[in-house]
């Protein structure tokens, strides 16, 4: 087998930009179901286009915990 | 339709008398049924087990009732009294003459009932009975009285007439005659089949049909199946396994309403979990695999009790989220497409497997069937019959509803093959994909979950480990010991020893010196020092300070380190005054050049930094396969609590004291230090990058290590050496990894550094050091090209996922995927890279993430997991999957190899893709490349064997360290030393091998065969010798036996010795007894090269020059005179010695008729024959050939008119000189049936014409000839090709009473079995075995 090789077909058309408790950044394609702790962001397309916008939107790679207590 | 299958009503149809006037005469059998009777002539009753039918009565049914209906179903169905006759030269014809009946054998009576269990004894005993075809009929019946009053029927039939469904139509028309209904008329052109296949072969609908099958599965193709046993490419015997399995009838109802649902036939519903089962197993999408056709019906003639079920191959190009319906409907087209274009499975393999240089895979692997279920109407319950199996595929599903409304299933598959716990779970996966798909309308295969929860709860779970972990920092833990024990010590260092207390102050002063530099948390120093306690205590200083460090190695090239000290942002590197020229210029950071540094004035006490578990702890930079390296962000609470795990799980106190051999420049090197020092133990820190193992080894012993970690590739030396000089310490643990470590590695690790346990660690960066391990006893065995990676450790859990995300099945590959607390926080200045790589954990309760890890793994039965390749080193060549690492593992385990790689490249002459290796050797070796080929090719499976190994002195790097592939060298012929011919004889040979060969230039050291020469090639060289030195006798043996023009010329000076001209040396030494190899009709002996290379060095074998190439041949001989010299051979060889024989194809009969001859002369252990058949059945005397009016005359006129034009007119005429006038006509026969024109291309040797010649001189030879039974042990193997084509396979059994049924070769044709590696390796099974 190969998962590389499937990959891309088998992406889903649309994803969406995800954020967890600790606002760290991922993304979750939108046929399934979101995993617990994460919520969508109202930004959604391409997987790539995804990770696009998360290059400008991640700005602080401190999680939230850690900002809070450095603040 | 196919006019197979269903012929035209208004010409087609034979009339019920027409059939019974012509009954006695014979009809060919069908090309299934010619296989059929092909294995049962070498004796295999498994692939097509008899048929059974066997039924319990309701007590109303009476005896004589039974045999009544027994008569009439006899009289209705021909195949229950069918005959078969041979005829000379081995033609096979049935018939059937409507008065006959099969015998039925009566037992007990209602006076005297036989008990249940000897009823049970009775029947198993007559199932278990074989047929024998030419001299009885096709079925036979037993009916049995029991103690229960009621009867017991069976009937067996022969699969050559009869398929499952035929039995239903059985068991219909008794149960309808029993009770005296009227049953439809039925027109039995069963034996007419044959001829109308034979007919229909060659019609153009037949061509078209073929076209669909080539265009649609093509050359290139993979056979989709289950995930098969590690390394059961090696030895597969034909040994079955069954696994029955239910389905309820809630499930099945449920099946069935959804079929109605959507308008599907229920049993397309059951093939669709096949081929969904299949395709998440194989993790192909694309399948190609088969399901059975009943093929009754369109059967307008109504049901005729025969055998024309047959294989149907489907190709289904799916994705996983295609929904379930959408495969059912794909299922469906495709079964009705195939069987419009239907073509007999037998002849359809032989069309699509026409490849002649490498073995095939079957064109299917694995089968789907449903049995209709049977009427059960009058028989007594509880009797009905487990299923059938059916053994012709490697791997098939049989499913049929059963008596309790659901559904009864069998796995019926090769047990060398296929692992019976796969098949066990595939089992159960089956079910579950029925109770899912049916869930509704939009259910795609990914939305499918094969996994229950509780099981992936099991096998994600980490190694148990009931400590508690406390959230100090690392540093913390450290510190703590040296106010506990000041004096222990710490870290020994060459001729340094640091105690606890020292390290500490040290690495305080420093922190304080850091905390005023303005470092803080999330706050980066560079510690570009070399592996010392200095480096540890920068590490130190800066977790003291809050800060992150990044390890930078001194020794690595300048543009990585300078990409890494800038993308770090680091604020002060800590370096030596010496390595000043490597830091770059323009740095916003402060350097501190630690041999001049005077902290002094700092105070030896811990700053008062409080570190939150969120801060970072360490960056460290890995090198992808492409671009920069990364700097991964490790933060101080998953660290921590990564290494008090791991502490507990190698069992880590204060009495450790490790020696960590990895570089800092991994975070593995940084664990390993940590580690005893967490603990209060000590480390011995080499004080060079490399040792010696010999450095090594006596470090350990004179400081007394206990704990060793060491990269694998390292380690493999270090066991060698200590293997070699008995000095391995005894320790008690080593830890390694970085590498996968094949068993032999293993086997060795474990015998020489005697320790208590070994661990193979296994871990990406991302997931913080060494996130899963694998920790045995030494000595552990394991089945894999690798050991396993074993279970999470701490607060992680692992993955083996399917691209969907979907849990894969144990056993199944799928990439790997790390979630848990254990994980970086992401990729320094890579938001986007971060993301794409740490995604949402769709298992956790809590929230969290999963580390997608580019590495293919799968779960193993005792749920750890085994790493199997990266997720981009798989490739696809002639439609196979390979795995580049497996290759490269097995070039690991050859003798002298110490590192390998293989790539898939382009051929730049061919523009065909190849694989190519590329191998080093370890130190102070040197590789034999033909060496490390052909152990290869005893390894590997063909399709794996690298085209080209190019040995390297080092692998190219690129200045990231890392493997530089453009580098890599294309693979070059050899260059030769070109030798130059140093007297006339040898001047002259090579001038005719450059002409003969077209190769130039030729050193008079190069291999004749080497260099592109065969038999042809040979012989080719010996006439143009002859026409330049009339007076040469030199032989085609001679060229064999010294094959370079050096050692050829030598022989042509000597003169010739005429002993020994028929023989080859293919192997002179050995203590094995002597094989002495017999040569087929056109083939030469050479062709036995490669399994005597396969057979070993300690295996001697001799060939003998094939007849037709023979000097000495003359026309008209007889067996006895061809095998006159090898006998003399033999014994004035191998007189009272033990020695083997091997026959392959006609060489089998020499073999036998020499074995005869010789007797007791020899101490003959076995002769194994290969593929040996009957010649031709044309010219068997006896065999009277039919003309059509005026054909004969007409062939006449052809032969002659070739005659007249054919340059061989000569070598014709004494041929047909030799015929009486009935060979003459079968010879006419013979050129009618051929489907070329007479060739007029002789009489080069190479050409068409002379092949003819050599054939029918041949056929003359053994018309002649009979067979005579004698008493040596036979094995025998025929190849699967010529089983399809129904060729006239001999049973030895007839002749001897020590032959065993002949085993099959699959994949192979008659004559390229002798090269196949499944044969090489059965062989040499059968001759130890013979031993």
């Known amino acids: ?71 | 339709m196919n006019k197979l299958f269903a012929p035209n009503q208004t010409n087609d149809t034979v009339p019920v008398d027409e059939v019974s006037r012509r009954a006695s005469d014979g009809f060919p059998l069908s090309l299934a049924q010619k296989r059929i009777w092909s294995l049962e002539q070498i004796g295999n009753s498994t692939v097509f087990p008899l048929q059974v039918l066997s039924l319990g009565w309701h007590t109303s049914v009476t005896l004589d009732q039974l045999q009544q209906a027994l008569v009439q179903l006899a009289k209705r169905h021909s195949a229950l009294r069918t005959r078969f006759h041979r005829f000379a030269g081995g033609r096979i014809e049935q018939f059937s003459d409507v008065g006959e009946t099969p015998p039925v054998e009566t037992l007990g009576s209602d006076s005297n009932p036989l008990t249940a269990v000897e009823a049970a004894e009775h029947e198993a005993e007559f199932i278990s009975r074989p047929f024998d075809l030419l001299s009885g009929v096709s079925s036979r019946c037993q009916l049995i009285v029991t103690a229960q009053g009621t009867l017991k029927s069976t009937i067996v039939l022969h699969p050559i007439v009869c398929d499952d469904a035929a039995l239903s139509i059985l068991q219909r028309d008794l149960i309808a005659l029993i009770n005296n209904e009227a049953l439809a008329p039925v027109i039995d052109d069963n034996l007419l089949r044959g001829a109308r296949e034979e007919e229909w072969l060659e019609t153009n609908d037949f061509t078209t049909a073929l076209a669909h099958w080539r265009n649609l599965i093509g050359e290139e193709y993979t056979a989709t199946t289950l995930p098969t046993r590690f390394n059961a490419s090696g030895y597969a015997g034909a040994k079955r396994r069954h696994l029955p399995f239910q389905l309820d009838a809630t499930l099945w109802t449920s099946v069935k309403l959804y079929a109605k649902q959507h308008a599907l036939r229920p049993d397309l519903v059951l093939s669709a979990a096949f081929a969904i089962l299949l395709a998440r197993y194989s993790g192909n999408y694309s399948l190609q695999h088969g399901v059975l056709l009943s093929n009754r019906d369109a059967d307008a003639r109504g049901p005729i009790v025969c055998r024309v079920e047959q294989i149907l191959p489907l190709k289904l190009e799916l994705t996983s989220r295609a929904r379930i319906l959408d495969v059912c409907h794909a299922v469906d087209s495709a079964i009705v497409t195939g069987t419009r274009n239907l073509v007999p499975f037998e002849r359809l393999v032989q069309e699509i497997q026409t490849h002649e240089e490498r073995e095939q895979d079957a064109i299917v692997k694995s089968l789907f069937e449903f049995r209709e279920p049977r009427i059960r109407s009058d028989l007594a319950p509880g009797t009905s019959p487990t299923l059938a199996p059916r053994s012709d595929i490697e791997l098939a599903l049989l499913v049929s509803p059963n008596e309790s409304s659901g559904l009864d299933g069998l796995f019926d598959y090769a047990e060398d093959i296929y692992e019976p716990g796969l098949i066990e779970r595939a089992s159960i996966h089956f079910g579950r994909i029925l109770a899912q798909a049916i869930g509704g309308t939009d259910i795609r295969i990914k939305d499918i979950q094969f996994i229950a929860e509780d099981e992936l709860d099991i096998l994600s779970a980490p190694y148990d480990d009931e400590g508690v972990n406390d959230d100090r920092p690392v540093h913390e833990h450290i510190a703590a010991h040296a106010a506990r024990t000041p004096d222990k010590t710490a870290i020994i260092y060459a001729d340094e020893v640091w105690s606890h207390a020292r390290l500490d102050q040290s690495a305080n002063r420093l922190a304080h010196r850091l905390v005023k530099l303005g470092v803080g948390a999330d706050i980066s120093v560079a510690i570009a020092v070399k592996r010392s306690p200095e480096a540890i205590v920068g590490i130190l200083a800066t977790l003291k300070a809050g800060g992150a460090y990044i390890p930078v190695e001194p020794d690595h090239p300048t543009t990585r380190n300078h990409h890494i000290l800038h993308d770090g942002g680091v604020k002060v590197i800590l370096t030596n005054s010496w390595l000043l020229d490597r830091i770059p210029d323009g740095l916003d950071a402060t350097i501190l050049e630690l041999d001049k540094l005077d902290l002094s004035q700092e105070p030896d006490t811990a700053p008062d930094v409080h570190v939150h578990k969120n801060q970072l702890a360490y960056i460290m930079y890995t090198s992808g396969s492409t671009g920069l390296p990364k700097g991964v962000a490790v933060e101080h609470g998953p660290l921590t609590h990564h290494m008090q795990n791991t502490s507990r799980v190698y069992g880590m106190s204060e009495l450790s004291r490790e020696l960590p051999f990895l570089p800092f420049s991994s975070d593995g090197g940084h664990e390993r230090w940590m580690n005893p020092l967490m603990e209060g133990g000590s480390i011995i820190l080499p004080d060079q990058p490399l040792w010696t193992p010999e450095e090594t080894l006596t470090a350990m012993r004179k400081h007394g290590a206990n704990n060793a970690s060491i990269p694998t590739t390292y380690l493999q030396q270090l066991a060698e050496w200590a293997d070699l000089t008995d000095s391995a310490p005894p320790m008690r643990l080593y830890s390694f990894g970085g590498e996968g470590l094949a068993q032999q590695t293993f086997d060795l690790l474990s015998k020489a550094l005697k320790s208590e346990w070994l661990i193979n660690g296994y871990g990406p960066t991302e997931t913080i050091m060494t996130p899963m391990v694998w920790k045995v006893r030494a000595g552990q065995k394991f089945e894999g090209t690798y050991a396993p990676i074993g279970r999470a450790v701490g607060n992680r859990r692992v993955y083996v996922l399917d691209p969907d995300l979907n849990p894969c099945p144990i056993g199944v590959t799928g990439e790997l995927y790390i979630a848990g607390e254990g994980m970086a926080r992401g990729y320094i200045g890579k938001p986007d890279i971060t993301a794409d790589r740490f995604i949402p954990d769709p298992f956790s309760k809590e929230g969290g993430r999963l580390y997608r890890s580019g590495d293919l793994t799968r779960w193993r039965e005792d749920g750890t997991v085994e790493f199997v390749g990266r997720v981009d080193h798989q490739v696809k060549l002639r439609g196979y999957r390979i795995e580049l690492g497996e290759i490269e593992a097995a070039l690991l385990q050859q003798d002298g190899v110490g590192e390998a790689l293989v790539v898939l490249r382009d051929d730049e002459a061919t523009k065909q893709k190849m694989l190519v290796a590329y191998v080093v050797p370890k130190q102070g070796r040197e590789l034999e490349i033909a060496d490390i080929h052909s152990a290869l090719e005893r390894a590997l499976p063909a399709y794996m064997v690298p085209s080209a190994i190019v040995p390297l002195t080092s692998m190219p790097i690129n200045p990231n360290s890392k493997l530089d592939r453009f580098a890599l060298p294309a693979p070059t012929p050899l260059k030769r030393t070109i030798i130059e011919p140093q007297n006339a004889v040898e001047a002259e040979v090579l001038d005719i091998w450059q002409q003969i060969l077209n190769v130039s230039p030729i050193s008079v050291e190069d291999n004749f065969f080497a260099i592109g020469g065969n038999s042809l090639g040979a012989i080719r060289i010996l006439s143009a010798l002859r026409q330049r030195k009339p007076q040469n006798r030199t032989t085609i043996a001679d060229l064999f036996n010294n094959p370079t023009i050096r050692s050829f010329a030598k022989v042509i000076e000597a003169g010739n010795d005429q002993a020994g001209s028929e023989v080859i040396v293919l192997r002179a030494s050995g203590t094995k007894p002597m094989l002495y190899c017999f040569p087929g009709l056109l083939v030469s002996t050479r062709e036995y090269v490669k399994l005597v290379d396969y057979l070993g060095a300690d295996q001697p074998a001799t060939g003998f020059i094939c007849y037709s190439l023979s000097e000495q041949k003359q026309i008209g001989a007889s067996v006895d005179e061809i095998i006159e010299s090898y006998v003399d051979y033999i014994r004035s060889h191998s007189k009272g010695q033990p020695c083997y024989f091997l026959g392959w194809s006609w060489g089998g009969l020499l073999a036998y008729e020499a074995a005869r001859r010789l007797g007791d002369e020899i101490d003959l252990r076995l002769i194994t024959m290969v593929d040996v058949c009957d010649l031709g059945t044309e010219f068997a005397i006896g065999s009277t050939p039919r003309f059509k009016p005026g054909e004969r005359a007409q062939l006449h006129q052809t032969v002659q008119e070739w005659l007249s034009q054919t340059a061989m007119r000569a070598e014709w005429d004494r041929l047909l000189g030799v015929m009486d006038a009935d060979t003459y006509d079968q010879f006419l026969r013979f050129v009618g049936d051929e489907k070329d024109e007479l060739p007029t291309d002789g009489p080069d040797i190479s050409s068409r014409e002379h092949t003819f010649w050599i054939l029918i001189d041949n056929a003359l030879i053994f018309r002649r000839h009979q067979l005579q039974p004698h008493n040596v042990p036979i094995h025998s193997w025929a190849a699967d090709d010529s089983l399809n084509r129904g060729l006239n396979l001999i049973d030895w059994r007839r002749y001897s009473p020590r032959a065993n049924p002949a085993e099959i070769i699959s994949g192979t044709n008659h004559l390229h079995v002798i090269g196949s590696q499944a044969f090489h390796s059965r062989l040499a099974h059968r001759l130890n075995e013979a031993l």
């Open chain 1, 1 to 71: 087998m190969s998962a590389g090789e499937l990959l891309p077909e088998t992406w889903p058309e649309t994803w969406s930009v995800v954020r967890d408790r600790e606002d760290r950044y991922s993304v979750w394609a939108d046929d399934k179901a979101l995993p617990v702790g994460w919520s969508k962001e109202p930004i959604s397309g391409t997987r790539d286009e995804c990770l696009q916008r998360i290059k400008e939107i991640w700005i602080d790679p401190r999680p939230l915990g850690l900002r809070r207590a450095m603040a």
